[in-house]
T-cell receptor, first 112, second 116 residues
């Protein structure tokens, strides 16, 4: 069955430190891959997406993600975290025309 | 571009009543819309896929008669929670796929349903 796994439920990072959120997928063929951010009580905001081509994808708010086919991974990174980055982060995947499958999410806390 | 709205953003209803949630694509036409449900501190779970002019496809475990989905036009899908109970309280989010193709989906801001 197709699935998206986010191994880390909760991560705490100091403000100004770097961040990496992990995401692994299980699909028959390489899916399209997405990272979303959700603040409490809010909808989803798309951070970045990977369809094909360059495996390092740049997104909004200084985020980037790297697709690694050999590891079935699409990890999200940010070189320097800001307190406003504290939120819930979801990795998601789909194939053409189908619904997104979401990981369980990673809660990011930022300490001062 | 690619804006999806949901109405209402919040609704409180009494047990046993029905509630309708609208999902609209404002600047594009969507042949396919998706409805997700999100419990507190949990991920989004797909409830159903809504195709314009045809019956919705429900995920396993989702009651079709309880969660009525109608996709009567290329810009509007509705989810009606019938005979709502407190356990139906949740955050409902829709997304829409542009009929011109592509794999990106555009999400609405969500509707917080509380059943008392």
């Amino acid at each position: 069955a197709q699935s998206v796994t986010q191994p880390d439920i909760h991560i705490t990072v100091s403000e100004g430190a770097s961040l990496e959120l992990r995401c692994n997928y299980s699909y028959g063929a390489t899916p399209y891959l997405f990272w979303y951010v959700q603040s409490p009580g809010q909808g989803l905001q798309l951070l970045l997406k990977y369809f094909s081509g360059d495996t390092l994808v740049q997104g909004i708010k200084g985020f980037e993600a790297e697709f690694k086919r050999s590891q079935s991974s699409f990890n999200l990174r940010k070189p320097s975290v800001h307190w406003s980055d504290a939120a819930e982060y979801f990795c998601a995947a789909n194939q053409a025309g189908t619904a997104l499958i979401f990981g369980k999410g990673t809660t990011l806390s930022v300490s001062s | 571009g690619a804006v999806v709205s949901q109405h209402p953003s919040r609704v409180i209803c009494k047990s046993g009543t029905s509630v309708k949630i609208e999902c609209r694509s404002l600047d594009f036409q969507a042949t396919t819309m998706f409805w997700y449900r999100q419990f507190p501190k949990q991920s989004l779970m797909l409830m159903a896929t809504s195709n314009e002019g045809s019956k919705a496809t429900y995920e396993q475990g989702v009651e079709k008669d309880k969660f009525l989905i109608n996709h009567a036009s290329l810009t509007l899908s509705t989810l009606t929670v019938t005979s709502a109970h407190p356990e139906d309280s949740s955050f409902y989010i829709c997304s829409a796929r542009d009929q011109r193709g592509g794999s990106e989906q555009y999400f609405g801001p969500g509707t917080r349903l509380t059943v008392t």
